[in-house]
């Protein structure tokens, strides 16, 4: 073997002209590979400030071998698949951060509602009625399909029956962190603080060396989830080296009830019981001061931003420039489609651009770049898969997004970035890629039966609708 053109080739090869994976033609190896892709726009998100004109990726074995200029292409690969998208942009698949996935077959069910007459009157009854492991698995089944279709690779979720959630993600070939579940009270999938966490265990056990699905903790919130388990979790955490996904100062009620109650701030309490860490991913932090942002900033705290649910609900708003300053990761989420009402990461990051400017009072503030970052890398790093997914670079796993740019509505066209953050939508995403598995295709998904799915949710919606039993 030696090298030739910053490619490793053989040497000799078999009388067929194989060998190791390599292809001769003449006096020029040609490497086997699985997918090429050749488009008009890369962009990697890492490095930073960087988009690839006129270049190809190569996709083999689930991950990116090359990327490089499309003429020089020739001759090098022989690929099983080689694709033209030369109006497209690749991206990295987005990382959904905060997801409640089967409450899709919830979606609508309760709009125009604060957030605690949302939960208390309407969604923890609705829940107490149907949540049983068909309704997750079908509901996440649902969510799934409009996530691979609006460009996501990667969700983080926090449900009941986990094991129906890393199931329908494990079928579907999209890659998962599924949520060791915890609250104080008995539920459908648990009836106290011990059987939560044995069964959450028995589900890290099972999936702890699975390539698509990851575990965290995932306390419902600080009104849900007494100290106890809290201590319990946070001793585990840093045993298993997993995260803590955690909805966190998400209302101006959840931070007086908590200074009325114990004359401490949710995230005071939590600090002084252990759980403030690089472990820790706090999702909305709407009410934040700035000991706040410092503390969280300190501890390494991960911040889950969900734009979108948070006006909905009237939550209040995430101070985001103001954490980027300090330093804080922060990576976003949509929520659950019964407070969003949809799982489109490509709105998301527009809607969280657009607010950060008026938050800040800045129209600097939260760049195009670095909102495509929050909704890739960010995301990623948050739940420890930074080194594996999040951005296009060679080695890492090819979790990858075609857009295609030529669309009347995103033309004319000055700079990809903006364009895709700022005027996308995600009827513009054609192909998705999970560790070089083509989950959608032209539009089309790969792995999931549309017509099957939506017969089941339409029966689904008539036993909600109509109150019939299971």
Known sequence: MRFIDGCLWPVNNDKNGYTDGFLKLGKVAMQAVDTLIHCRWIIPVEPEHVVYENHSLVINDGRILAILPTPDCAGKFNPRQELQRPRHALIPGFVNSHTHAAMNLFRGLADDLPLMEWLNDHIWPAEGQWISPDFVFDGTRLAIAEMLRSGTTCFNDMYFFPDK????ASQAGIRAAVGMIMIDFPTAWASQPDEYLSKGLALHDQYQHDPLISTLFAPHAPYTVSDGPLASIRTLAEELDVGIHMHLHETAFEVS????????????????????????????????????????????????????????????????????????????????????????????MRTAALLAKAVAQDASALPAEQALRMATLNGARALGLGDETG????????????????????????????????????????????????????????????????????????????????
């Open 257 to 348: 009830q908590a200074l009325e109650n114990n004359a401490l701030k949710p995230l005071q309490r939590l600090d002084h019981l252990g759980l403030l860490s690089p472990n820790m991913l706090a999702v909305h932090m709407t009410q934040l001061d700035n000991t706040d942002i410092e503390l969280i900033a300190s501890r390494g705290v991960h911040v889950i931003h969900c734009p979108e649910s948070n006006l909905k609900l009237a939550s209040g708003f995430c101070p985001v420039q103001a954490l980027l300053d300090a330093g804080v990761n922060v990576a976003l989420g949509t929520d659950g489609a019964a407070s969003n009402n949809d799982l489109d990461m490509l709105a998301e």
């Open 165 to 168: 959630t890393a199931l329908a």
């Open 391 to 470: 951005s296009l670079e060679q080695g890492k796993l090819a979790d990858i997004v075609a857009i295609d740019l030529d669309e009347l509505e995103s033309q004319p066209l000055y700079h990809p970035v903006s364009q895709i953050v700022y005027t996308a939508c995600r009827q513009q995403i054609s192909d998705v890629w999970v560790g070089g598995r083509h989950l959608l295709s032209e539009r089309q998904l790969t792995t999931i039966d549309r017509d099957a799915l939506l017969s089941q949710v339409r029966i689904w919606q008539d036993r909600i609708a109509h109150g019939k039993g299971a």
